[in-house]
Protein backbone atom coordinates (compact mmCIF):
# COMPACT_ATOMS: atom_id res chain seq x y z
CA UNK A 1 0.00 0.00 0.00
CA UNK A 2 2.80 2.49 1.14
CA UNK A 3 4.28 1.48 -2.51
CA UNK A 4 1.00 2.28 -4.31
CA UNK A 5 0.63 5.50 -2.68
CA UNK A 6 4.48 6.40 -3.68
CA UNK A 7 4.08 5.70 -6.66
CA UNK A 8 0.66 7.76 -7.02
CA UNK A 9 2.25 10.77 -5.48
CA UNK A 10 5.28 10.45 -7.33
CA UNK A 11 3.28 10.92 -10.50
CA UNK A 12 1.16 13.33 -9.38
CA UNK A 13 3.76 15.59 -8.57
CA UNK A 14 5.96 15.50 -11.51
CA UNK A 15 2.69 16.64 -13.23
CA UNK A 16 1.86 19.06 -10.48
CA UNK A 17 5.79 20.82 -11.01
CA UNK A 18 5.37 20.31 -14.78
CA UNK A 19 2.21 22.29 -14.55
CA UNK A 20 3.39 25.02 -12.28
CA UNK A 21 6.65 25.20 -14.94
CA UNK A 22 4.46 26.13 -17.26
CA UNK A 23 2.56 28.63 -15.39
CA UNK A 24 5.63 30.53 -14.11
CA UNK A 25 7.10 30.75 -18.08
CA UNK A 26 3.12 32.58 -18.55
CA UNK A 27 4.03 34.44 -15.99
CA UNK A 28 6.84 35.79 -16.89
CA UNK A 29 5.59 35.63 -20.39
CA UNK A 30 3.54 39.05 -19.71
CA UNK A 31 6.10 40.49 -17.26
CA UNK A 32 9.20 40.79 -19.47
CA UNK A 33 6.34 41.86 -22.17
CA UNK A 34 4.51 44.26 -20.37
CA UNK A 35 7.25 45.40 -18.04
CA UNK A 36 6.22 45.81 -13.74
CA UNK A 37 5.91 49.56 -14.10
CA UNK A 38 2.61 48.96 -16.68
CA UNK A 39 0.13 50.17 -14.49
CA UNK A 40 -2.60 48.33 -16.56
CA UNK A 41 -0.39 45.01 -15.70
CA UNK A 42 -0.45 45.37 -12.05
CA UNK A 43 -4.52 46.02 -12.50
CA UNK A 44 -4.66 42.94 -14.25
CA UNK A 45 -2.83 41.17 -11.58
CA UNK A 46 -4.86 42.43 -8.99
CA UNK A 47 -8.08 41.73 -10.46
CA UNK A 48 -7.27 38.04 -11.94
CA UNK A 49 -6.77 37.43 -7.78
CA UNK A 50 -10.22 38.83 -6.05
CA UNK A 51 -12.27 35.82 -7.88
CA UNK A 52 -9.02 33.81 -7.59
CA UNK A 53 -9.48 34.33 -3.75
CA UNK A 54 -12.92 34.44 -3.60
CA UNK A 55 -13.70 30.92 -4.67
CA UNK A 56 -10.87 29.21 -3.94
CA UNK A 57 -12.31 29.89 -0.60
CA UNK A 58 -15.58 28.12 -1.98
CA UNK A 59 -13.91 25.35 -4.03
CA UNK A 60 -11.21 24.05 -1.65
CA UNK A 61 -14.15 23.67 0.77
CA UNK A 62 -16.39 22.13 -1.55
CA UNK A 63 -13.37 19.77 -2.40
CA UNK A 64 -12.17 18.52 1.05
CA UNK A 65 -16.16 17.79 1.33
CA UNK A 66 -16.83 16.19 -1.95
CA UNK A 67 -14.17 13.36 -1.87
CA UNK A 68 -14.95 11.58 1.45
CA UNK A 69 -18.80 12.03 1.18
CA UNK A 70 -18.78 10.82 -2.67
CA UNK A 71 -16.25 8.27 -2.04
CA UNK A 72 -18.33 6.56 0.97
CA UNK A 73 -21.49 6.35 -1.06
CA UNK A 74 -19.61 4.74 -4.35
CA UNK A 75 -18.52 2.35 -2.06
CA UNK A 76 -21.68 1.87 0.53
CA UNK A 77 -24.18 2.99 -1.73
CA UNK A 78 -23.24 2.62 -5.32
CA UNK A 79 -23.05 4.58 -8.46
CA UNK A 80 -26.31 5.94 -8.77
CA UNK A 81 -26.18 7.74 -5.52
CA UNK A 82 -22.85 9.21 -5.92
CA UNK A 83 -23.90 10.55 -8.73
CA UNK A 84 -27.21 11.82 -7.62
CA UNK A 85 -25.14 13.90 -4.66
CA UNK A 86 -22.68 14.91 -7.14
CA UNK A 87 -25.52 16.32 -9.06
CA UNK A 88 -26.87 18.18 -6.21
CA UNK A 89 -23.67 19.76 -5.18
CA UNK A 90 -23.18 20.68 -8.64
CA UNK A 91 -26.73 22.30 -8.83
CA UNK A 92 -26.03 24.46 -5.18
CA UNK A 93 -22.96 25.25 -6.03
CA UNK A 94 -23.90 26.97 -9.68
CA UNK A 95 -26.48 29.02 -8.04
CA UNK A 96 -24.41 30.30 -5.38
CA UNK A 97 -21.49 31.38 -7.70
CA UNK A 98 -24.44 32.86 -10.17
CA UNK A 99 -25.07 35.06 -6.39
CA UNK A 100 -21.59 35.78 -5.74
CA UNK A 101 -20.02 36.83 -9.48
CA UNK A 102 -23.30 39.34 -9.35
CA UNK A 103 -22.45 40.32 -6.06
CA UNK A 104 -18.60 41.12 -6.97
CA UNK A 105 -19.77 43.00 -10.60
CA UNK A 106 -22.17 45.08 -8.30
CA UNK A 107 -19.25 45.44 -5.88
CA UNK A 108 -16.03 46.07 -8.54
CA UNK A 109 -16.33 50.15 -8.36
CA UNK A 110 -15.98 49.81 -4.57
CA UNK A 111 -13.28 47.59 -4.33
CA UNK A 112 -10.58 49.40 -6.16
CA UNK A 113 -11.35 52.27 -4.26
CA UNK A 114 -8.97 50.39 -1.11
CA UNK A 115 -5.62 50.36 -3.60
CA UNK A 116 -3.98 53.38 -4.91
CA UNK A 117 -5.59 52.85 -8.24
CA UNK A 118 -8.32 55.06 -7.32
CA UNK A 119 -5.83 57.72 -7.37
CA UNK A 120 -6.11 58.32 -11.20
CA UNK A 121 -9.56 58.36 -12.55
CA UNK A 122 -8.34 56.41 -15.31
CA UNK A 123 -6.82 53.90 -13.61
CA UNK A 124 -10.14 53.47 -11.12
CA UNK A 125 -11.91 53.13 -14.62
CA UNK A 126 -10.05 50.40 -15.91
CA UNK A 127 -9.48 48.58 -12.81
CA UNK A 128 -13.50 48.58 -12.64
CA UNK A 129 -13.70 47.06 -15.88
CA UNK A 130 -11.49 44.31 -14.92
CA UNK A 131 -13.06 43.20 -11.90
CA UNK A 132 -16.09 42.98 -14.07
CA UNK A 133 -14.49 41.20 -17.03
CA UNK A 134 -12.73 38.82 -14.29
CA UNK A 135 -15.71 37.84 -11.93
CA UNK A 136 -17.53 35.44 -13.86
CA UNK A 137 -14.57 33.28 -14.29
CA UNK A 138 -16.19 32.00 -10.48
CA UNK A 139 -18.80 29.85 -12.77
CA UNK A 140 -15.57 27.63 -13.91
CA UNK A 141 -13.56 27.28 -10.85
CA UNK A 142 -16.97 25.59 -9.44
CA UNK A 143 -17.05 23.37 -11.91
CA UNK A 144 -13.17 22.27 -11.69
CA UNK A 145 -13.08 22.03 -8.00
CA UNK A 146 -15.95 19.36 -8.05
CA UNK A 147 -14.88 17.66 -11.09
CA UNK A 148 -11.57 17.30 -9.27
CA UNK A 149 -13.18 16.13 -6.62
CA UNK A 150 -15.02 13.34 -8.21
CA UNK A 151 -12.23 12.00 -10.63
CA UNK A 152 -9.53 12.04 -7.17
CA UNK A 153 -12.27 9.74 -5.53
CA UNK A 154 -12.30 7.18 -8.51
CA UNK A 155 -8.32 7.21 -8.55
CA UNK A 156 -7.80 9.63 -11.37
CA UNK A 157 -5.18 12.53 -10.06
CA UNK A 158 -3.29 13.12 -13.31
CA UNK A 159 -5.52 15.12 -14.88
CA UNK A 160 -6.59 17.30 -12.17
CA UNK A 161 -3.02 18.05 -11.60
CA UNK A 162 -2.94 19.21 -15.42
CA UNK A 163 -5.42 21.90 -15.40
CA UNK A 164 -3.72 25.13 -15.23
CA UNK A 165 -1.51 23.70 -18.83
CA UNK A 166 -4.44 25.09 -21.25
CA UNK A 167 -4.76 28.36 -19.07
CA UNK A 168 -1.24 29.07 -19.34
CA UNK A 169 -0.44 27.90 -22.93
CA UNK A 170 -4.01 30.37 -24.19
CA UNK A 171 -1.94 33.08 -22.34
CA UNK A 172 1.30 32.80 -23.93
CA UNK A 173 -0.02 31.96 -26.98
CA UNK A 174 -2.29 35.75 -26.88
CA UNK A 175 1.05 37.49 -25.84
CA UNK A 176 2.57 35.93 -28.79
CA UNK A 177 0.24 36.94 -31.00
CA UNK A 178 -1.78 39.70 -30.19
CA UNK A 179 -0.06 41.17 -26.81
CA UNK A 180 1.13 44.09 -29.06
CA UNK A 181 -2.25 45.23 -30.47
CA UNK A 182 -4.76 44.42 -27.48
CA UNK A 183 -2.47 44.87 -25.12
CA UNK A 184 -3.12 44.21 -21.20
CA UNK A 185 -6.92 44.36 -22.00
CA UNK A 186 -6.96 41.32 -24.45
CA UNK A 187 -4.78 39.91 -21.94
CA UNK A 188 -7.46 39.73 -19.30
CA UNK A 189 -9.98 37.82 -21.59
CA UNK A 190 -7.15 35.41 -22.79
CA UNK A 191 -6.66 34.80 -18.93
CA UNK A 192 -10.64 34.26 -18.88
CA UNK A 193 -10.52 31.93 -21.70
CA UNK A 194 -7.50 30.30 -20.06
CA UNK A 195 -9.32 29.17 -16.76
CA UNK A 196 -12.82 28.43 -18.44
CA UNK A 197 -10.22 25.92 -20.21
CA UNK A 198 -9.11 24.43 -16.99
CA UNK A 199 -13.01 23.17 -16.30
CA UNK A 200 -14.22 22.44 -20.14
CA UNK A 201 -11.48 19.86 -20.18
CA UNK A 202 -12.40 17.72 -17.10
CA UNK A 203 -15.82 17.35 -18.48
CA UNK A 204 -15.00 14.23 -21.05
CA UNK A 205 -13.05 12.09 -18.37
CA UNK A 206 -16.13 12.44 -16.12
CA UNK A 207 -18.37 11.92 -18.69
CA UNK A 208 -16.34 8.44 -20.10
CA UNK A 209 -16.58 7.57 -16.58
CA UNK A 210 -20.51 6.98 -16.76
CA UNK A 211 -21.75 10.19 -14.63
CA UNK A 212 -23.83 11.82 -15.76
CA UNK A 213 -25.65 15.24 -14.25
CA UNK A 214 -29.12 17.48 -13.89
CA UNK A 215 -30.44 19.66 -11.96
CA UNK A 216 -31.59 18.77 -8.72
CA UNK A 217 -31.93 20.59 -5.43
CA UNK A 218 -32.96 18.01 -2.63
CA UNK A 219 -32.26 19.47 0.80
CA UNK A 220 -33.52 16.89 2.30
CA UNK A 221 -31.20 14.23 1.29
CA UNK A 222 -29.28 13.20 4.24
CA UNK A 223 -25.85 13.28 2.26
CA UNK A 224 -26.76 16.71 0.38
CA UNK A 225 -27.24 18.49 4.93
CA UNK A 226 -24.56 16.52 5.86
CA UNK A 227 -22.43 18.52 3.05
CA UNK A 228 -23.98 21.76 3.67
CA UNK A 229 -23.06 21.36 7.76
CA UNK A 230 -19.55 20.44 6.61
CA UNK A 231 -18.82 22.86 4.64
CA UNK A 232 -19.35 26.16 6.56
CA UNK A 233 -16.73 25.19 9.11
CA UNK A 234 -14.04 23.93 6.21
CA UNK A 235 -14.71 27.32 4.64
CA UNK A 236 -13.30 28.87 7.26
CA UNK A 237 -10.35 27.02 7.56
CA UNK A 238 -9.34 27.24 3.92
CA UNK A 239 -10.73 30.94 4.23
CA UNK A 240 -7.53 31.90 5.63
CA UNK A 241 -5.26 31.43 3.17
CA UNK A 242 -6.96 33.03 0.63
CA UNK A 243 -8.17 35.53 2.76
CA UNK A 244 -4.47 36.03 3.65
CA UNK A 245 -3.63 36.63 -0.13
CA UNK A 246 -6.15 39.09 -0.78
CA UNK A 247 -4.98 41.10 1.92
CA UNK A 248 -1.49 40.68 1.43
CA UNK A 249 -2.32 42.10 -2.69
CA UNK A 250 -4.53 45.26 -1.51
CA UNK A 251 -2.32 46.35 1.08
CA UNK A 252 1.06 45.52 -1.45
CA UNK A 253 -1.68 47.61 -3.90
CA UNK A 254 -0.71 50.20 -2.19
CA UNK A 255 2.74 50.21 -2.45
CA UNK A 256 3.41 51.49 -6.19
CA UNK A 257 3.85 48.76 -9.19
CA UNK A 258 4.11 45.98 -6.48
CA UNK A 259 1.13 43.70 -6.85
CA UNK A 260 2.56 42.45 -9.89
CA UNK A 261 6.40 41.82 -8.36
CA UNK A 262 4.43 40.57 -5.43
CA UNK A 263 1.74 38.23 -7.77
CA UNK A 264 4.89 36.68 -9.36
CA UNK A 265 6.76 36.07 -6.44
CA UNK A 266 3.34 34.02 -5.17
CA UNK A 267 3.53 32.02 -8.02
CA UNK A 268 6.59 31.06 -8.38
CA UNK A 269 7.12 30.36 -4.44
CA UNK A 270 3.66 29.65 -2.75
CA UNK A 271 1.81 28.49 -5.76
CA UNK A 272 4.58 25.44 -6.48
CA UNK A 273 5.10 24.64 -2.71
CA UNK A 274 1.11 23.98 -2.45
CA UNK A 275 1.08 22.14 -5.74
CA UNK A 276 3.90 19.53 -4.14
CA UNK A 277 2.19 19.92 -1.09
CA UNK A 278 -1.62 19.33 -2.74
CA UNK A 279 0.14 16.45 -4.86
CA UNK A 280 0.49 14.58 -1.54
CA UNK A 281 -2.92 15.42 0.20
CA UNK A 282 -4.59 14.64 -3.00
CA UNK A 283 -3.48 11.03 -2.65
CA UNK A 284 -2.91 10.80 0.95
CA UNK A 285 -6.58 12.20 1.77
CA UNK A 286 -8.64 9.23 0.52
CA UNK A 287 -6.47 6.91 2.44
CA UNK A 288 -6.61 8.75 5.62
CA UNK A 289 -10.12 8.85 5.31
CA UNK A 290 -9.89 5.09 5.05
CA UNK A 291 -7.27 4.58 7.75
CA UNK A 292 -9.45 6.83 10.35
CA UNK A 293 -12.93 5.45 9.35
CA UNK A 294 -11.22 1.46 10.04
CA UNK A 295 -9.54 3.13 13.60
CA UNK A 296 -6.46 2.09 12.09
CA UNK A 297 -4.65 4.68 14.66
CA UNK A 298 -0.83 3.45 13.88
CA UNK A 299 -1.82 3.23 10.26
CA UNK A 300 -3.17 7.04 9.97
CA UNK A 301 -0.16 8.20 12.01
CA UNK A 302 2.29 6.13 10.15
CA UNK A 303 0.98 7.30 6.82
CA UNK A 304 0.69 10.76 8.15
CA UNK A 305 4.16 11.33 9.38
CA UNK A 306 5.74 8.87 6.38
CA UNK A 307 3.72 11.96 4.62
CA UNK A 308 4.95 14.99 6.38
CA UNK A 309 8.58 13.44 6.42
CA UNK A 310 8.47 13.06 2.43
CA UNK A 311 7.49 16.93 2.00
CA UNK A 312 10.01 18.30 4.05
CA UNK A 313 12.82 16.49 2.81
CA UNK A 314 11.64 18.30 -0.69
CA UNK A 315 10.99 22.30 1.16
CA UNK A 316 13.66 21.96 3.34
CA UNK A 317 16.57 22.31 0.71
CA UNK A 318 14.15 24.13 -1.47
CA UNK A 319 14.09 26.76 1.66
CA UNK A 320 18.20 27.06 1.76
CA UNK A 321 18.43 27.34 -1.53
CA UNK A 322 16.13 29.85 -2.31
CA UNK A 323 17.31 31.78 0.34
CA UNK A 324 21.09 31.62 -0.97
CA UNK A 325 20.37 31.74 -4.71
CA UNK A 326 17.10 33.77 -4.52
CA UNK A 327 19.03 36.88 -6.88
CA UNK A 328 20.63 34.51 -9.43
CA UNK A 329 17.46 32.47 -9.70
CA UNK A 330 15.34 35.35 -11.03
CA UNK A 331 18.02 36.92 -12.58
CA UNK A 332 17.74 33.72 -14.92
CA UNK A 333 14.34 33.66 -15.11
CA UNK A 334 13.65 36.80 -14.99
CA UNK A 335 16.01 39.06 -16.22
CA UNK A 336 14.75 39.81 -19.67
CA UNK A 337 12.52 42.53 -21.34
CA UNK A 338 10.89 45.15 -19.74
CA UNK A 339 11.87 43.79 -16.13
CA UNK A 340 14.71 45.67 -14.81
CA UNK A 341 17.76 45.14 -12.20
CA UNK A 342 15.49 47.43 -9.36
CA UNK A 343 12.84 44.58 -10.03
CA UNK A 344 14.88 41.75 -9.44
CA UNK A 345 16.22 42.87 -6.48
CA UNK A 346 12.70 44.11 -4.63
CA UNK A 347 11.66 40.57 -6.03
CA UNK A 348 14.13 38.72 -3.89
CA UNK A 349 13.79 40.36 -0.86
CA UNK A 350 10.13 39.67 -1.08
CA UNK A 351 11.06 36.00 -2.18
CA UNK A 352 13.66 35.94 0.99
CA UNK A 353 10.60 37.00 3.06
CA UNK A 354 8.71 34.04 1.78
CA UNK A 355 10.92 31.47 1.68
CA UNK A 356 11.08 31.41 5.38
CA UNK A 357 7.30 30.42 6.13
CA UNK A 358 7.83 27.37 2.58
CA UNK A 359 7.86 24.15 5.23
CA UNK A 360 5.25 25.30 7.38
CA UNK A 361 2.73 26.24 4.36
CA UNK A 362 3.23 22.79 2.90
CA UNK A 363 3.07 20.99 6.33
CA UNK A 364 0.15 23.00 7.32
CA UNK A 365 -1.93 21.63 4.38
CA UNK A 366 -1.01 18.17 5.07
CA UNK A 367 -2.53 18.69 8.99
CA UNK A 368 -5.14 20.49 7.55
CA UNK A 369 -6.28 17.13 5.63
CA UNK A 370 -5.43 15.04 8.54
CA UNK A 371 -8.36 16.90 10.56
CA UNK A 372 -10.50 16.80 7.63
CA UNK A 373 -9.79 13.29 7.33
CA UNK A 374 -11.48 12.55 11.27
CA UNK A 375 -14.49 15.00 9.94
CA UNK A 376 -13.44 17.17 12.09
CA UNK A 377 -13.31 20.40 10.58
CA UNK A 378 -13.30 23.22 13.96
CA UNK A 379 -9.38 22.70 14.80
CA UNK A 380 -8.63 23.94 10.91
CA UNK A 381 -11.36 26.54 11.23
CA UNK A 382 -9.95 27.76 14.66
CA UNK A 383 -6.05 27.46 13.14
CA UNK A 384 -7.48 29.79 10.32
CA UNK A 385 -8.68 32.60 12.26
CA UNK A 386 -5.12 31.75 14.05
CA UNK A 387 -3.23 32.48 10.71
CA UNK A 388 -5.47 35.30 9.43
CA UNK A 389 -5.63 37.47 12.35
CA UNK A 390 -1.40 36.83 13.21
CA UNK A 391 -1.19 37.67 9.42
CA UNK A 392 -3.19 40.97 9.86
CA UNK A 393 -1.43 42.42 12.98
CA UNK A 394 1.84 41.79 11.99
CA UNK A 395 1.60 42.79 8.33
CA UNK A 396 -0.02 46.39 9.80
CA UNK A 397 2.90 46.29 12.48
CA UNK A 398 5.91 45.45 10.27
CA UNK A 399 4.74 47.34 7.13
CA UNK A 400 5.83 50.33 9.30
CA UNK A 401 9.31 49.69 9.54
CA UNK A 402 10.11 47.47 6.41
CA UNK A 403 7.50 48.71 3.98
CA UNK A 404 5.99 46.03 1.16
CA UNK A 405 8.26 43.76 3.20
CA UNK A 406 6.70 43.31 6.00
CA UNK A 407 3.83 41.19 4.11
CA UNK A 408 5.80 38.78 2.85
CA UNK A 409 7.36 38.39 6.12
CA UNK A 410 4.07 38.31 8.24
CA UNK A 411 2.51 35.68 6.14
CA UNK A 412 5.80 33.63 6.39
CA UNK A 413 5.18 33.46 10.72
CA UNK A 414 1.97 33.41 10.14
CA UNK A 415 1.93 30.38 9.00
CA UNK A 416 4.75 28.75 10.92
CA UNK A 417 2.18 29.35 14.40
CA UNK A 418 -0.47 27.85 11.99
CA UNK A 419 0.99 25.19 11.67
CA UNK A 420 2.28 24.70 15.19
CA UNK A 421 -1.36 24.97 16.58
CA UNK A 422 -2.20 22.26 14.40
CA UNK A 423 0.83 20.02 15.08
CA UNK A 424 -0.05 20.73 19.13
CA UNK A 425 -3.72 19.74 18.71
CA UNK A 426 -3.22 16.57 16.74
CA UNK A 427 -0.48 15.65 19.25
CA UNK A 428 -3.54 15.81 22.02
CA UNK A 429 -5.81 14.07 19.41
CA UNK A 430 -3.38 10.96 18.71
CA UNK A 431 -0.27 11.48 20.34
CA UNK A 432 2.97 12.00 18.94
CA UNK A 433 4.05 11.23 15.26
CA UNK A 434 6.90 8.84 16.69
CA UNK A 435 11.13 9.51 16.95
CA UNK A 436 11.13 8.56 13.29
CA UNK A 437 9.24 11.75 11.95
CA UNK A 438 11.64 13.94 14.30
CA UNK A 439 14.38 12.27 13.45
CA UNK A 440 13.93 12.09 9.87
CA UNK A 441 13.26 16.00 10.33
CA UNK A 442 16.81 16.76 12.22
CA UNK A 443 18.68 14.44 9.49
CA UNK A 444 16.91 16.67 6.45
CA UNK A 445 17.50 19.56 8.61
CA UNK A 446 20.97 19.21 8.81
CA UNK A 447 21.68 17.98 5.39
CA UNK A 448 20.17 21.37 4.09
CA UNK A 449 22.46 23.29 6.66
CA UNK A 450 25.62 21.66 5.08
CA UNK A 451 24.36 21.97 2.11
CA UNK A 452 24.11 25.81 2.14
CA UNK A 453 26.91 26.39 3.82
CA UNK A 454 28.24 24.49 0.51
CA UNK A 455 26.70 26.47 -1.91
CA UNK A 456 27.46 30.21 -0.14
CA UNK A 457 30.84 29.43 -0.45
CA UNK A 458 30.81 28.40 -4.08
CA UNK A 459 27.99 31.09 -4.76
CA UNK A 460 30.56 33.66 -3.76
CA UNK A 461 33.47 32.53 -5.11
CA UNK A 462 31.36 32.10 -8.78
CA UNK A 463 30.39 35.66 -7.79
CA UNK A 464 33.99 36.81 -7.77
CA UNK A 465 34.93 34.99 -10.64
CA UNK A 466 32.18 35.97 -13.26
CA UNK A 467 31.01 39.40 -12.07
CA UNK A 468 28.94 39.88 -15.21
CA UNK A 469 29.04 37.51 -18.36
CA UNK A 470 25.98 37.70 -20.14
CA UNK A 471 23.49 35.43 -19.76
CA UNK A 472 26.17 32.43 -19.99
CA UNK A 473 27.41 34.23 -17.00
CA UNK A 474 24.25 33.82 -14.98
CA UNK A 475 23.35 30.68 -16.29
CA UNK A 476 27.01 28.81 -14.50
CA UNK A 477 26.62 31.48 -11.15
CA UNK A 478 22.94 29.32 -10.95
CA UNK A 479 23.56 26.15 -11.94
CA UNK A 480 26.63 25.23 -10.68
CA UNK A 481 26.41 26.05 -7.14
CA UNK A 482 22.63 24.84 -7.70
CA UNK A 483 23.82 21.27 -9.27
CA UNK A 484 26.67 21.23 -6.13
CA UNK A 485 24.03 21.61 -3.54
CA UNK A 486 21.64 19.08 -4.48
CA UNK A 487 24.40 16.75 -4.86
CA UNK A 488 25.90 17.11 -1.34
CA UNK A 489 22.26 17.00 -0.08
CA UNK A 490 21.32 13.58 -1.36
CA UNK A 491 24.66 12.68 -0.30
CA UNK A 492 23.93 13.58 2.98
CA UNK A 493 20.90 11.82 3.00
CA UNK A 494 21.58 8.65 1.96
CA UNK A 495 24.54 8.62 4.47
CA UNK A 496 22.29 9.97 6.99
CA UNK A 497 19.79 7.16 6.00
CA UNK A 498 16.95 9.17 5.77
CA UNK A 499 13.90 6.90 4.76
CA UNK A 500 12.32 8.92 2.10
CA UNK A 501 15.86 8.17 -0.08
CA UNK A 502 17.26 5.21 1.30
CA UNK A 503 13.61 3.07 -0.04
CA UNK A 504 13.35 4.82 -2.91
CA UNK A 505 17.12 3.26 -3.76
CA UNK A 506 16.33 0.00 -2.39
CA UNK A 507 12.90 -0.41 -3.96
CA UNK A 508 14.60 1.00 -7.60
CA UNK A 509 17.69 -1.68 -6.69
CA UNK A 510 14.89 -4.44 -6.58
Given at each position: MKKSLSKAIGSVMVVMILSRLLALVSNQTYISFYGTENTELNIYSYAIAIPNVIFNCFGTALSTVV?????????????NAA???????????????????????????????????ADTESSYQYAVMAIRIMMPVMFFYGINYIFQGILQSIGQFRLPAAVSIPSSLTVMLYVFLWGDRFGVTGLLIATFIGLALQAIILIPPVLKAGYRFRFLLDFKDESMRRALKMTLPVLIGVSAYQLNMFFNITMMANFENRVTLLSFVQNLVLYSVLAIAYSVTAVIYPELSRLHAEEDKEGYKKTLSSSISDLCFLLLPATVGLILMREPFLAVISGYGQVTEGDIAVAGTILLMYSIGLCAIGVKEILDRAFYAMQNTKIPAIAGFVVMGTNVVLSLSLIRFMNEYGIPLAYSISSLVGTGFLYLMLRRKYGGMGNGLKTNLLKCTVSALVMGVCVFFLRNGMNALLPDGGLIGKLVRLFVPTLVGIV???????????????????????
Open positions: IPIFAGLLATKGKERFASGILTVSMLLITLLAGVGMLLSSVIPKFTEFVYFALTILLRVPTITEKLKRGAK
